[in-house]
């Protein structure tokens, strides 16, 4: 029924994404949410957590770009320390942002995956692309009142995923 905005792939944390996961699927290319997928919104730069996913990827051949919907500060600061593209402002669920950042990274559609942890704006950017997707669970959710209707609805769709 909500097919349109169903992942391909879902997993608890970044952390329980491994090699294997890539090599499998075929991907050399990934396209990064930050906030609440990498770190917590509140966090600034990477973690240890983040660190060793990304440097997992590297040490695998795998390109990857950061693609946000927040500003340039705040994604400009997060992915300084790392040689790749970033995106912000990208506009998910609309699609220019994750096609610039592939044409920066030179990636083909067949070999990236998107990885996020919102429905209507990541996966379904992604879907939209048409690029392999990947949804994590929300590192720190936002409690917002917009936040939380949101959620609501994620959770319908996502139990009609798992129905
Ligand atoms: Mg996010």
Redesign the pocket.
């Known amino acids: 029924m909500f097919k349109r905005f169903y992942p391909d792939f879902n997993f608890d944390s970044i952390s329980n994404i491994g090699a294997d996961f890539f090599a499998v699927n075929g991907i050399h290319f990934a396209v990064l ?5 990498l770190v917590s919104y509140k966090t600034e730069y990477a973690d240890e957590r983040a660190k060793s996913f990304l440097s997992m990827l590297s040490g695998n051949g795998i390109k990857y770009a950061f693609v946000s919907n927040n500003h340039k500060g705040r994604v400009e600061k997060f992915a300084r320390e790392f040689d790749a593209a970033f995106v912000s402002n990208a506009g998910k669920p609309f699609t220019f942002g994750i096609r610039h950042a592939m044409a920066k990274m030179g990636a083909k559609s067949g070999e990236t995956v998107l990885i ?3 429905i209507f ?2 996966i379904y950017a992604g879907k939209r692309t048409g690029i392999k997707t990947v949804m994590v669970n ?1 590192i720190d959710a936002k409690e917002t009142p917009f936040f939380s209707v949101k959620r609501y609805f994620e959770r319908i769709v996502l139990k009609d995923y798992k129905g």
Not at 33 to 37: Q, S, V
């Open positions: 949410d930050i906030d609440n997928t996020g942890d919102q704006t990541d929300p």
